[in-house]
C-alpha cells in the first residue's frame, strides 16, 4: 500500500486526551477546512483511536493519525494497538515513542517495520540529539525532536538546537522530514519554528486550552503557511 504525500509545510493538531468525540470532530472538520484551503502544506489530526473512524468518515483532506500503534500481525496481541485495525479506521499516520507513551528499540523497530508494509506514515519522537541521530536509521517519516523538559512548557527549542538536530537527521537520511514542535502556544511560536528550518510544527494545549480553540488552530495552520512562503 503506498503512502500519502507530505507536503512542506506540515502542522500536527495533536489534541491527545484533551478532547474527543463531537468536540475533536468539529475541530477537526475545521482543520480540514484549512487543508482544503492550503492544499500545498499537509495538516495532521491526531485522535484517541475510538474517535478515528468518525473523523476519517467525516474529512477528506486532512491525514487522520493515530496517537500510537503496536508492530504486531492479526492474531494474539490483546489490549495492543493493530496496525490493519488503525488502517481499517482511516488513520494514515501514527506517533510511535512519545514522551507519554515511550518505547523499546525493539518495539520501534517492529512498529515502523509494520507501518512501511500497510503505508501508514510514521512520526518518530526523539527527546535528545543522539536518539533522533539513532532513530533516524530506521529510516521514519517523520521525526519530532521535542526536548521532553520542554513539553508544554511554553517554551520552544532554539535555534541552534533546531539546525543542529536538522543536521544530524539529514547526515543520517535526507528524506527524513523534521518535526520541532516543544513548547508551541502560539501562531508566532509557529512562525518562528519553520522559520528557523523545521519541515513541521504542531500543539496541544496552546489550542485545546485557547480561548478560541477553532480561531488558534485557524491562526496556528496560517502562521505555518505563511512562514514557509516566506523562506
Known amino acids: 500500500m503506498s503512502k500519502l504525500n507530505v507536503k512542506r509545510p506540515f502542522f500536527m493538531f495533536n489534541p491527545k486526551s484533551y478532547l474527543y468525540g463531537e468536540e475533536l470532530l468539529a475541530l477537526a472538520k475545521v482543520a480540514d477546512e484549512q487543508a482544503q484551503k492550503h492544499p500545498e502544506m499537509s495538516i495532521f489530526v491526531t485522535a484517541p483511536f475510538a474517535d478515528l473512524k468518525a473523523i476519517s468518515d467525516a474529512t477528506e483532506h486532512i491525514i487522520v493519525t493515530a ?6 500481525k492479526p492474531g494474539r ?5 493493530l496496525p490493519e485495525s488503525l488502517y481499517a479506521a482511516g488513520a494514515r499516520a501514527t506517533f510511535l515513542n ?4 515511550p518505547l523499546q528499540l525493539n518495539e520501534i523497530v517492529a512498529s515502523v517495520n509494520r507501518a512501511k508494509e500497510l503505508g501508514i506514515l510514521t512520526v518518530v ?3 535528545s540529539m543522539a536518539e533522533a541521530k539513532a532513530l533516524a536509521t530506521l529510516s521514519p517519516d517523520i521525526i519530532l525532536c521535542e526536548p521532553t523538559e520542554l513539553i508544554g512548557t511554553g517554551q520552544t527549542s532554539d535555534a541552534s538546537y ?5 543536521q544530524a537527521i ?3 537520511d535526507e528524506n527524513i522530514l523534521i518535526m520541532q514542535a516543544a ?5 508566532s511560536d509557529v512562525y518562528k519554528t519553520i522559520e528557523m528550518g523545521a519541515d513541521g510544527t504542531g500543539c ?8 478560541s480553540p477553532k480561531q488558534m488552530l485557524i491562526d496556528m495552520i496560517d502562521a505555518a503557511f505563511s512562514a514557509y512562503q516566506a523562506k
Open 77 to 81: 496481541g490483546m489490549g495492543h494497538v
Open 183 to 187: 513548547g508551541i502556544s502560539s501562531a
Open 67 to 72: 496517537q500510537h500503534m503496536d508492530g504486531i
Open 162 to 166: 533546531i539546525e543542529q538536530t536538522n
Open 98 to 101: 512519545h514522551a507519554e507513551q
Open 204 to 211: 496541544t494545549s496552546g489550542i485545546t486550552n485557547a480561548e
Open 125 to 127: 519522537c526523539a527527546d
Open 170 to 172: 539529514r547526515e543520517v
